[in-house]
């Protein structure tokens, strides 16, 4: 595994981390925790120690999973990564969406960032988590109801009483970052970005260059797109998010296969899937620290950590950007 530190801090992470959205259930169709566990588990002994969460992914199980999942590990050998900012039990904030969760009851889910919901989320977490401090916390999604300075001085106090030791956001624009950087040092930005998905390319990512923060690429392989598996006509699940979205619509996954299509034959030189090519090559972009990683099972997180062991030549590089400029 090769490791990376975030923007200007002290905090390394796996270039590939384990994603544990899909090992919350919530909205991938329900979970098995135990295969969950041990996804994360098998990927910890490949050499991904780092593990990126969130109180809503499963309303809490996803957290409670990572939690199960590190006992036993030295905590200074795990980075926790997780984050705030939605609530399915509390109606304030910018309203997200309507959902169900994992247990198929109606939840209507909000954006907020007060500073007293953040305190009381941060405990939540720890204890969910079973720690007493999150390497690095992230606000999920910007929430246009609270000033972003009293968001961020929230964090901060978290980040005195040792609770938190890094601060980073989610699906922030550049003007939103350098508007919290004046109230905290940010490490790192979550969005996401795959080669079908490159919309952070024009502005967060030279600002996040140039300001020294890392990004850390969530779905670089588009929900399982980009692996060669979904094609159309492809059964999702009940309750898979997929199903509904503009990515997985017949046209589209059309046009992704056919760019699969053409770089297939480099991923079969290096005896390697897909799903693997993309993800060493979501990595080797400019301006992407790491890339966040989801598995349902641990066959799947130790393919996924095999990514890291593809050397890809500058011609080969070349080779897949010239193909994902031509997609997009």
């Known amino acids: 595994m090769e490791y990376r530190k975030l923007g200007n801090s002290e905090l390394e992470v796996s270039a590939i981390t384990f994603g544990a959205w899909a090992a919350g259930g919530w909205m991938w169709g329900s979970t098995d925790r135990n295969e969950a566990i041990e996804a994360i588990k098998a990927s910890y002994d490949v050499g991904v120690t780092s593990i990126d969460t969130a109180p809503i992914y ?6 409670e999973i990572v939690g199960e999942a590190i006992k036993g590990i030295s905590r200074d050998k795990v980075q926790i990564l ?4 939605m609530r399915w039990d509390l109606a304030k904030g910018d309203f997200a969406m309507h959902s169900k969760d994992n247990s198929g009851n109606a939840i209507d889910v909000y954006k907020f960032a007060g500073k007293d ?20 916390y992230q606000i999920h999604w910007p929430d246009s109801t609270t000033p972003i300075d009293e968001t961020f001085e929230a964090v901060s106090r978290l980040i005195e009483q040792g609770k938190v030791r890094y601060a980073g956001v989610c699906n922030y624009n550049a003007q939103q970052m350098a508007e919290a950087e004046k109230t905290l040092n940010l490490v790192s930005n979550q969005i996401p970005f795959s080669m079908v998905n490159r919309g952070i390319e024009e502005e967060t990512v030279p600002y996040c260059i140039e300001n020294n923060k890392s990004i850390l690429a969530y779905s670089p392989l588009e929900r399982g797109l980009l692996t060669g598996k979904i094609h159309n006509g492809y059964q999702f699940q009940e309750g898979d998010h997929r199903a509904g979205h503009k990515h997985f619509q017949p046209d589209f996954i059309e046009k992704t296969n056919q760019l699969l299509d053409k770089i297939k034959p480099i991923a079969d030189q290096h005896n390697a899937s897909l799903g693997q090519l993309v993800l060493r090559w979501t990595i080797e972009r400019t301006g992407i620290t790491i890339a966040l990683a989801g598995a349902r099972n641990a066959e799947q997180a130790v393919q996924n950590a095999k990514a890291i062991e593809i050397n890809l030549s500058k011609e080969e590089l070349t080779a897949i950007d010239d193909l994902v400029n031509q997609f997009n």
Do not use: H
């Open 58 to 63: 499963g309303q809490g199980t996803s957290e």
């Open 82 to 85: 997780t984050k705030f900012g």
């Open 117 to 136: 919901s953040i305190i009381y989320e941060c405990e939540q977490s720890l204890k969910r988590l079973g720690t007493d401090y999150i390497d690095l």
